[in-house]
């Protein structure tokens, strides 16, 4: 016989909780046969608070125990927190995952193999370019967290201001086949710059920083990811002379 859950959300006409809807859809996943509560003006959500003598919703009761919201919810059901907190790649992961899909996705569309230069080339260029519009959203949040510990931002800051710009001009100008000479020394100065200033901060000076290469609130560490960054730029305008 299925479990009875009694769930109580808001859902006003201002506001719909989204956790309350979770909170619903993995009750009805897991089999749990459901009363669904909305808590329908800001009124009837403050006299639940203070019914139960709880701060938050939405608050979840399973046979007659209450478990808690949606957080709550999960660990009593053994699942892990959906929780962002902390340290974490998968921005990265998600941001070169795509470029390299995309890059695939190009290439197989034209004449060339897709185990080729070209596909790389794109790969990098398509990275580049992601990376920039994510330091671009929030300039000031980047140009924070970029200054602590890039070398020519701390001595000029108005550098982290034109940093995502040179960025987003090499990934687009490698995109558009401009000539290796208009594209190369941006890629090649910013990639060196950011290179040295990241292996001094985290391998000479052992600094615990986060990095600033998918923009200022992320929780990405400084360290190998933003290097790689560097070092791809420095590559590709390496190969943009040479080829």
């Known amino acids: ?8 959300r808001m859902a006003t006409p ?13 009750l009805k996943r897991k089999g749990y046969q459901l009363e669904d509560h909305t808590l329908d003006s800001r009124e009837q959500t403050d006299a639940f608070k203070q019914k139960h003598d709880v701060d ?55 004449p060339a193999s897709l185990v080729s230069m070209q596909t790389l080339e794109v790969f990098v260029a398509l990275s580049m370019l992601v990376l920039a519009i994510q330091k671009l959203q929030d300039l000031t949040a980047f140009s924070n967290r970029f200054i602590t510990y890039d070398l020519l931002g701390m001595r000029y800051v108005r ?10 001009y ?53 360290g190998a990811i933003s290097l790689t960054e560097n070092l791809f730029m420095i590559a590709a305008a390496v190969w943009m002379w040479v080829s």
């Open 56 to 110: 938050t919703t939405p608050q979840v009761f399973i046979e007659g125990e209450r478990i808690g919201g949606y957080d709550d919810l999960r660990a009593h059901l053994g699942l892990p927190s959906e929780s962002s907190e902390g340290t974490s790649y998968t921005p990265v992961m998600a941001i070169f995952s795509c470029c390299l899909l995309a890059a695939l996705a190009l290439v197989y569309a034209g």
């Open 159 to 168: 550098y982290a201001y034109v940093y995502p710009f040179a960025e987003a």
């Open 1 to 8: 016989m299925a479990k009875s859950a009694q769930l109580y």
């Open 170 to 222: 090499a990934g687009i100008g490698m995109l558009a086949g401009l000539s290796a000479w208009l594209v190369a020394p941006v890629a090649f100065v910013i990639g060196s710059i950011g290179a040295i200033s990241v292996f001094k901060a985290v391998y000479l000076d052992k600094r615990e920083l986060k990095c600033a290469c998918v923009g200022g609130d992320s929780d990405v560490p400084l």
């Open 14 to 26: 201002e506001h719909i909780c989204p956790f309350g809807l979770k909170s619903r859809a993995l």
